[in-house]
């Protein structure tokens, strides 16, 4: 498996919303999805229009199977709110354009991410991107790891932050100022 990293940069960040949004609507809510709640792929890609017609979405988890809700911050309920318009309750939001009501798979979310990472020049980048990323800007906006380790239901503060990459940070700087 390999080593994914957060997206770090703002600025990169709303580059690939832009260039997703021109390119493909379903794939740039995907994207936003993933960024704006820290759901897994796996959970992300078994959503259907009925479950974020509210103002959370609540769903099990394939991986822990945990009951988890997360509220949908306002700027992703607008543009959920737009996609959705006209579309039936029982339809996966991240449908696939073979069959009849299917979402994409890993792989395709994969691709999808892999092409716009390159068109970037961004490494190191995989479907656990968007989670990864999610908890690095949460975390830089609030500095509340423990709310974030309840979050992504992690066992220690020390996990989370290695997770999100915060602590290779510090040591990336640390190691940018040592001189010897």
């Keep these: 498996m390999n080593f994914v990293q957060p997206i770090r940069d703002p600025e990169k960040v709303e580059a690939i919303k832009r260039y997703l949004k021109e390119h493909n609507e379903r794939n740039y809510l995907l994207f936003l999805i993933g960024i704006n709640t820290g759901l897994r792929i796996s959970d ?9 017609k509210g103002t959370h979405i609540s769903i099990r988890e394939k ?6 809700r997360i509220r949908i911050t306002p700027s992703l309920k607008r543009e959920l709110n737009r996609y959705i318009e006209g579309k039936k309750d029982d339809e996966y939001l991240i449908k696939s354009r073979n069959g009849r009501n299917k979402p994409i798979g890993r792989s395709m979310a994969y691709k999808i991410l892999r092409k716009a990472a ?5 490494d190191e980048i995989g479907t656990h991107t968007l989670r990864k ?4 800007h ?15 239901n ?5 996990i989370t932050l290695k997770y999100i990459g915060v602590n290779q940070d510090s040591m990336d700087r640390a190691m940018t100022k040592f001189k010897i």
């Design 44 to 52: 992300i890609l078994k959503l259907k229009v009925g479950d974020v």
């Design 118 to 122: 390159e068109r970037f020049h961004l």
């Design 138 to 152: 949460f975390y830089q906006q609030t500095k509340d790891v423990a709310m974030l380790q309840e979050i992504f």
């Design 63 to 68: 991986k822990t199977g945990k009951q988890k």
């Design 133 to 136: 990323t999610f908890g690095y």
């Design 154 to 158: 992690h066992s220690s503060p020390a």
